[in-house]
Antibody, heavy 120, light 110 residues
Framework: QVQLQESGPGLLKPSETLSLTCTVS?????????WGWVRQPPGKGLEWIGI???????YSNPSLKSRVALSIDTSKNQFSLKLNSVTAGDTAIYYC?????????????WGQGTLVTVSS | QSALTQPPSASGSPGQSVTISCTGA?????????VSWYQQHPGKAPKLMIY???KRPSGVPDRFSGSKSGNTASLTVSGLQAEDEADYYC??????????FGGGTKLTVL
């Protein structure tokens, strides 16, 4: 059974860099899937952040692309998200999930999510 | 502002059917058959209910079905049950290695 778990600091100050890691268990991230991030501001809808393949190929939301860095560590079965220059607008629950290679619109399963708050 | 448009709310009585719409554009829903629907209960992670417009993952009841016409995709829940009360989000591949979500629809079972 595939399980994903997000980890990282829950509180950041404006201008700092958000760093989250997703640890995958029960499945190899070296398999033929993309691994991605989606966020949800409190009480609001979902926003796609980006995805990464085992080779290191990445695709990101154009609105976040300049601030997003994705990486993958196949030896640890983990992938990570960095979002720089955060503001209060980046406060959200951040989810990691697995998705299909073709059309990459099939996020399943999801991690439980981790709340990241940006506040001075 | 979300790229895909969903009604903020929908409702139905137990046993009835309800359809939730998701309107995009010719460059996303209208062009690609990569539309997905997610169910989210309060405080929980989203759950994939439909992918590639009409396909159901293993374990999703056949009461849930998806369709598409032009630039609009739809999710239909038949035989409404109390546990179907949740938020539902659509998403679509939008070309140029981009993905968009809808703003979400709160489904209430009366």
């Amino acid at each position: 059974q595939v399980q994903l778990q997000e980890s990282g600091p829950g509180l950041l100050k404006p201008s700092e860099t958000l760093s989250l890691t997703c640890t995958v268990s029960g499945y190899s991230i070296s398999s033929h899937y993309f691994w991605g991030w989606v966020r949800q501001p409190p009480g609001k809808g979902l926003e796609w952040i980006g995805i990464i393949y085992q080779s290191g190929t990445t695709y990101s939301n154009p609105s976040l692309k300049s601030r997003v860095a994705l990486s993958i560590d196949t030896s640890k079965n983990q992938f990570s998200l960095k979002l720089n220059s955060v503001t209060a607008g980046d406060t959200a629950i951040y989810y990691c999930a697995r998705t299909a290679v073709v059309g990459f619109n099939c996020f399943d399963p999801w991690g439980q999510g981790t709340l990241v708050t940006v506040s001075s | 502002q979300s790229a895909l448009t969903q009604p903020p709310s929908a409702s139905g009585s137990p046993g009835q059917s309800v359809t939730i719409s998701c309107t995009g554009a010719s460059g996303d829903i209208g062009y690609y058959n990569f539309v997905s629907w997610y169910q989210q209960h309060p405080g929980k992670a989203p759950k994939l209910m439909i992918y590639e417009v009409t396909k159901r993952p293993s374990g999703v009841p056949d009461r849930f079905s998806g369709s598409k016409s032009g630039n609009t995709a739809s999710l239909t829940v038949s035989g409404l049950q109390a546990e179907d009360e949740a938020d539902y989000y659509c998403s679509s591949y939008a070309g140029s290695d981009n993905l968009v979500f809808g703003g979400g629809t709160k489904l209430t079972v009366l």
